[in-house]
């Protein structure tokens, strides 16, 4: 056991704030590089002494690479949570270190990993005869050490009861986590966190929850470990990677790491973890566009949820599930399943819960083409969730309702688009901020504004290259296609779309018709009315599985199409006509398109 060497601050007492922190993966590193994590805690444990006497915090104690640390007032601990963790995100840490994390297959930012728990309460302390340094026993502290425990590297826990409604805390913001079932505390506990793009530019894993804290460890000391230990500590390793690695767009080596998590899950007979394995799996399938291979999956984690988990774990698994059966047009499900949810939510009391459940209905509308219900629908729940600190939520409601303004061609998306974005640079989550730039992108290509079009797409192209996310990339190629196409640039358009021919292929019948449908119009403009049959007639079925209501827009579409390939102007007009703006952005540029080719642009009041 070490202490600090200053013994001149005196420790708090009455209401004192407990921090207790540890290195993410030390045991391996230490038996991987022991020279190189020497020099690493050195640096570590410097650090922490400085910065804790400069703030003000009194050093407890320090067991190997992990410290508890008293501090007067939470604010002062979370002050020195953000410099700790700022410094260690920019550390030059020892090449070995870091060539050891590489090859461990480690993503995101590489070094030391410290993960920090905070409580606030008014604990017992007394003098420890041995150290001579006053200690703390209580609630707060057990909690502290149970927050930390719950985290991943270089995340920061907080306990809600730490949070003033004023608090502004510099160079991070809070985030709530919701209610979470602790291990000794008979009550569900609020939980926020402290989020940076300074020091982790990415969306941390879901909660170590309801596990069993290690004893205190001793890097420089043997202790022993169980197989079990092992294995769940790599199982809890694996988890971490897979979503970090779905959100960088590495699905292939997040797919690798979800088999060998549930290979290790069912060794373990541990439910939880197998559940939490197969959601992270879903969402990969759904991110290939295999939304019916997610919704089976998810299915499957729903029912172990249901026979061997927690009610709060069941809610998030009916939450995923509400989710999947939307994007898979089974709403009447998807509002079955919401319900189910919400009724459970009320039962546990868990509010913040309840409002992210319920906000779910708002996508439901807006993918039933109820754009103006949605709309309110988003508005309300994003105020709600500011108002309860719901960060996450609240960003993932405004990109949804940006979004529907996008498609709907209300300006009102560059407002929630701009705070989104400047959200999204504070926080330093480039492959966020990327996607709301290529959703903005879509409102000036219903605008035909080339160079606000070009700018974003220049900006998204070259953020999804760095990141490895091709699917995106297609998607940006494919809407690049029919800005050309509405300028009039025909060779253009064909170029971009024979360069992704290959992955077009591939595509899910749902996102196929509507490139089918850009390539019919292109041939109808240059002449080539063979194969623009041909297109559409491919492209009709496929828009027919489209459950969302722009299938039946896409249909009537690929209809006209296929009627101007065949001189067929009169049934094309009778079709088009009947058309109402679509609320879509692609359509909507078919749809003028194909009013250009029918010479309708000046005729219906609609074009």
Known sequence: ????????????TGRVTILFSDIEGSTALWESCPEAMTRALREHDTLFRET????????????????????????????????????????????????????????????????????????????????QRMDYFGPSVNLAA??????????????????????????????????????????????????????????????????????????????????TDHVAAACDKLLAQTVVERRSGMPDEARRHLDCLEATARWLDDPERLVEGWHQMALVLANQNDNPGALELSSDALDVARLQLSDAHLVRSLRAQTRHLTWNGQFDAARECMDEAAQIARRLGDENELVV?????????????RLEEAEQRFEDAIEVMERRGLGSEARRQRNLLMVAYVESGDPRCLLHAELLIEQFQSLGMLTQEASTKANLSLYYLDQNEQEAFDELTRFCTEAFRYAGIDFALTSIAVNEAFFHLQRGRLDEAKARLERIAHIL??????????????????????????????????????????????????????????????????KAQEIFLALERPNSTTCRVAWRLLGRLLDLENKSPQV
């Open 1 to 12: 056991m070490e202490f600090m060497m200053s013994t001149s601050l005196a420790p708090p």
């Open 52 to 131: 804790a006497a400069t703030l003000g915090g009194y050093e407890v104690k320090a067991e190997g690479d992990a410290f508890m640390i008293a501090f007067e007032t939470p604010e002062t601990a979370f002050r020195f949570a953000v410099v700790v963790q700022e410094n260690l995100g920019n550390m030059p840490w020892p090449r070995e270190l870091l060539e050891t994390q590489r090859e461990r297959g480690m993503v995101g930012k590489l070094g030391v990993r410290v993960r920090m728990g905070i409580a606030e309460g008014a604990p017992e302390s007394r003098v420890n005869p041995t150290t």
């Open 146 to 227: 149970r927050l930390c425990d719950m985290a991943h590297g270089a995340q920061v826990i907080i306990s809600e009861p730490c949070l003033a409604d004023d608090l502004e805390i510099g160079g991070a913001v809070l985030e709530s986590l919701g209610h979470f079932t602790i291990r000794g505390f008979r009550e569900p506990q609020g939980v926020a966190q402290l989020v940076s793009g300074s020091w982790w530019p990415m969306e941390f894993p879901p909660l170590r929850l309801d596990r069993v804290a290690p004893p205190p460890k001793s890097a420089r000391s043997e202790r022993e470990e169980t197989l």
């Open 357 to 369: 459940v319920q906000a779910l209905e708002a996508d439901i509308c807006r993918l039933e083409g």
């Open 505 to 570: 292929e591939k595509e899910p019948a749902k996102e196929r018709s509507e490139t089918l449908l850009l390539w019919s119009l292109l041939h109808l403009f240059r002449g080539d009315l063979a194969l623009a049959k041909e297109a559409a007639s491919i492209g009709i079925p496929m828009a027919l599985q489209d459950l969302e209501f722009i299938g039946p827009i896409k249909v009537s579409l690929l209809q006209v199409c296929a009627h101007l390939a065949s001189h067929e102007h009169g």
